[in-house]
């Protein structure tokens, strides 16, 4: 089975930056050292009280690397931290926003247009549901329903819709290739009389 690396430094950075997102992605880690348990059980008792070595990398599932790519960078998104973002983002990636706009190639493009974007935005809210996930070969897909709040320009918005992120394994990880966004309008009910 294929594996990617998470090193555990980044997980106590994301820890550092957003505290729900982090201690979701503890939580993570710890319920994998748990899991290792048995495996270490099989060792010599020397290597069972030895501790990791800082910096010690966390090896995943494909299927888990995905997940926490996709949630890493939303809660990157989220709180504006485009250098972590920029972690999960292939160079050459496309991005398709929610409006009707022309789709954006590159990294480089992407940052300058998500700065702009995310300097009129305040109390920033994105909670991400029903997310689905596939791994073939070197290929992955993430595709999730979400619902935005957040003060932009002075006025509370809210916007719902679908991401649908293409991920390619390169040099053994996991990088986001393909970002398309749709936003849904919300339906609205008549009007009486009319």
Do not use: C
């Not at 809660?75 to 250098?83: F, L």
């Not at 595709?143 to 002075?154: K, L, M, R």
């Not at 991920?167 to 996991?174: L, T």
């Amino acid at each position: 089975m294929a594996r990617t690396q998470l090193k555990a430094q980044d997980i106590l950075s994301t820890a550092a930056k957003s505290p729900a997102k982090g201690a979701a992605f503890i939580l993570v880690a710890a319920m994998l050292v748990a899991g290792a348990g048995a495996a270490f059980a099989q060792k010599p008792k020397k290597d069972q009280s030895k501790p990791p070595a800082p910096g010690s990398v966390i090896t995943l599932p494909d299927e888990q690397a995905i997940e926490v790519a996709t949630g890493e960078m939303l809660g990157a998104w989220q709180i504006g931290d485009s250098e972590k973002m920029r972690q999960y983002y292939a160079e050459d990636a496309l991005v398709v926003s929610g409006g009707w706009e022309t789709p954006i190639p590159g990294w480089a493009a992407y940052l300058r247009a998500y700065q702009v974007q995310r300097a009129h935005m305040q109390s920033v809210r994105l909670e991400r549901t029903n997310t689905f996930r596939k791994v073939t070969g070197n290929s992955a897909w993430a595709t999730y329903q979400w619902e935005f709040s957040a003060i932009v320009d002075n006025s509370a918005t809210i916007a719902r819709g679908h991401t649908t992120l293409v991920f390619e394994k390169r040099n053994g990880r996991w990088l986001i290739v393909l970002n398309h966004t749709s936003v849904v309008k919300e339906a609205s009910a008549p009007v009486p009389g009319r």
